[in-house]
């Protein structure tokens, strides 16, 4: 086996634990075991675990951020873009169940200076420059699309944490039914909802 080859032997099978125990839950010995090689090899690649670990969520980080990136600003109509990003998600879930896992687990453990917090962030700040500027177009305060950006972006990253443990129901329909919600959410804006409502 090639350096290059073994590398990506490594962060396949680090990934693969990863996704099951977590950075703290997984030894050196165990990826060692896994991928058949001595502790000093992983060292010679990546320094240890957390290099390795470091490697993983980089690459899930950059999968997933350029697929939603491009969902985002393909074009369409507004309604047509909330479909797109859901989908774009919900595909990335689907395809890379573990890769989603272990940037989950590190957003809510802590490790690796919220990563995927930080992605769900940088999403909503998207997010909000498009709705800033349905907002204008439709008369309501753009000033408030902040706050709308991240309602929606929480709204399809729970529904899509989810969904990939319960798999169901398929797809599609989840997909049809987060757009349904936000977009006719969306739709029925009142212009000033605190004095609707207080």
Same mark, same amino acid.
């Given at each position: 086996?090639?350096?290059?080859?073994?590398?990506?032997?490594?962060?396949?099978?680090?990934?693969?634990?990863?996704?099951?125990?977590?950075?703290?839950?997984?030894?050196?010995?165990?990826?060692?075991?896994?991928? @058949?090689?001595?502790?000093?090899?992983?060292?010679?690649?990546?320094?240890?675990?957390?290099?390795?670990?470091?490697?993983?969520?980089?690459?899930?980080?950059?999968? +997933? #951020?350029?697929?939603?990136?491009?969902?985002?600003?393909?074009?369409?109509?507004?309604?047509?873009?909330?479909?797109?990003?859901?989908?774009?998600?919900?595909?990335?879930?689907?395809?890379?169940?573990?890769?989603?896992?272990?940037?989950?687990?590190?957003?809510?453990?802590?490790?690796?200076?919220?990563?995927?917090? #930080?992605?769900?962030?940088? =999403?909503?700040?998207? =997010?909000?420059?498009?709705?800033? @500027?349905?907002?204008?177009?439709?008369?309501?305060?753009?000033?408030?699309?902040?706050?709308?950006?991240? +309602?929606?972006?929480? +709204?399809?990253?729970?529904?899509?944490?989810?969904?990939?443990?319960?798999?169901?129901?398929?797809?599609?329909?989840?997909?049809?039914?987060?757009?349904?919600?936000?977009?006719?959410?969306?739709?029925?804006?009142?212009?000033?909802?605190?004095?609707?409502?207080?």
């Amino acid at each position: 086996m090639t350096g290059v080859q073994r590398r990506e032997q490594l962060i396949g099978v680090g990934r693969a634990l990863f996704a099951a125990k977590g950075l703290s839950g997984t030894s050196v010995e165990e990826i060692a075991a896994a991928a @058949d090689i001595s502790k000093p090899v992983l060292y010679e690649h990546f320094g240890g675990k957390e290099g390795l670990y470091a490697v993983v969520v980089d690459r899930e980080l950059q999968a +997933m #951020t350029s697929a939603i990136s491009a969902a985002l600003t393909a074009g369409g109509t507004d309604r047509e873009t909330i479909e797109r990003a859901a989908t774009t998600l919900l595909d990335y879930i689907e395809g890379s169940p573990d890769g989603f896992r272990i940037l989950v687990r590190d957003s809510r453990d802590g490790h690796g200076g919220g990563t995927y917090a #930080t992605l769900l962030s940088d =999403v909503a700040r998207q =997010v909000e420059d498009l709705l800033g @500027d349905a907002f204008r177009q439709r008369g309501l305060d753009p000033k408030s699309a902040p706050l709308y950006a991240q +309602m929606l972006v929480g +709204m399809v990253s729970l529904t899509g944490q989810w969904w990939l443990e319960a798999q169901r129901p398929k797809k599609a329909e989840v997909v049809a039914h987060v757009v349904n919600l936000a977009w006719n959410g969306l739709v029925g804006l009142e212009r000033n909802p605190l004095q609707s409502h207080g």
